[in-house]
Structures are given as C-alpha cells and as structure tokens.
C-alpha cells in the first residue's frame, strides 16, 4: 500500500488547515486509516484515527478541533484542523493498518503553525 499526503503548509494561530492523504495498491476492505505526528526529536503520536466504516478516534489535544473524515470509495482520508495552536506544529504521518499487523505510513507533510 502506498500512501501519498497532501495539505500542510503554514498558518495562523486560530487558523485551519485539510490534509489528504491516497492510498492505493492492495487495500483491503476493512482496514483503518489515521493521523499521527512528530516533531523533532521527540516520538511519533496518535492524532485520529478513522474505520472503514466510520468510526472515529481522537486524541484528547485534537478532541474538539480536529475532524477525520474518509471517502472509501476514493482510497482517501482527511484531517481538517481547525483552531490550530503553535503546540500542534509538527510532521504529520498518514497511517493504514489492516489485520493482523499490516502497516504503512506516508512520506509526512509539514504543518506549521505561527503564533
């Protein structure tokens, strides 16, 4: 499975942000997508996470904030970030994992945000 993001970039304070990310090659039905992100130096952290058929997971910073959202039918996951903080200034990765240990991450996209 590949995994291609898109999206991030700099932003304000208060300010929003979408990232995508497509997937393609052997996706199997069920199977979850999610966000994570890392700042340098520092371990790589569960943002959202989303299931085939819609269930969703967040983090207790991005509770509230962020939304994950998905389009099966076009093998793509969205995180759309709203009120964005500085604290949320990270790489963030695209995850897939389908059972029993399938995993695969995206290349990351930078989000910066300026206070």
């Known amino acids: 499975v590949q995994l291609v993001e898109s999206g991030g970039g700099l932003v304000q304070a208060g300010g929003s942000l979408r990232l995508s990310c497509k997937a393609s090659g052997s996706i199997r039905s069920s199977n979850l997508m999610g966000w994570y992100r890392q700042v340098p130096g520092n371990e790589r952290r569960f943002v959202a996470r989303?299931?085939?058929?819609?269930?969703?997971t967040y983090a207790d910073a991005v509770e509230g904030r962020f939304t994950i959202s998905r389009d099966n039918a076009k093998s793509t996951v969205y995180l759309q970030m709203n009120s964005l903080e500085p604290e949320d200034t990270a790489v963030y990765y695209c995850?897939?994992?389908?059972?029993?240990?399938?995993?695969?991450w995206g290349q990351g996209t930078q989000v910066t945000v300026s206070s």
């Open positions: 989303i299931t085939t058929s819609g269930t969703t």
């Open positions: 995850n897939y994992w389908s059972a029993p240990t399938t995993q695969f």
